[in-house]
């Protein structure tokens, strides 16, 4: 079955960096666009950052110049390195494929505060 496993959140100071990765399992990962996603308290999900079968990539605008989407076909994962993070930037992410049907990780919550 479909498996996505985050990793690497935690606690950072403000204009710290972090990088995400998530391990994704029971698809041909090679050939689909992974996503991730970001929820903060109050809010709704929202996109991140995007990165296509052929690597192209798009981005939120609060976050273009800071994170990059990047992905290892050879091991299953994408990340996101998360530069010059900021307070609003808290939030647990997700990883995400779409499958004829959304599949989710668990999350990874990342906190940015002094």
């Known amino acids: 079955q479909v498996q996505l496993v985050e990793s690497g959140g935690g606690l950072v100071q403000p204009g710290g960096s972090l990088r995400l990765s998530c391990a994704a399992s029971?698809?041909?990962?090679?050939?689909?666009?992974m996503a991730w996603y970001r929820q903060a308290p109050g809010k709704e999900r929202e996109l991140v950052a995007r990165?296509?079968?052929?690597?192209?990539?798009n981005y939120a605008d609060s976050v273009k110049g800071r994170f990059t989407i990047s992905r290892d076909n050879a091991k299953n994962t994408v990340y996101l390195q998360m530069n010059s993070l900021k307070p609003e930037d808290t939030a647990v992410y997700y990883c995400?494929?779409?499958?004829?049907?959304?599949?989710w990780g668990q999350g990874t919550q990342v906190t940015v505060s002094s």
């Open positions: 029971g698809f041909s990962f090679s050939f689909k666009a």
């Open positions: 990165i296509a079968s052929d690597r192209s990539t």
């Open positions: 995400n494929v779409v499958l004829g049907y959304n599949y």
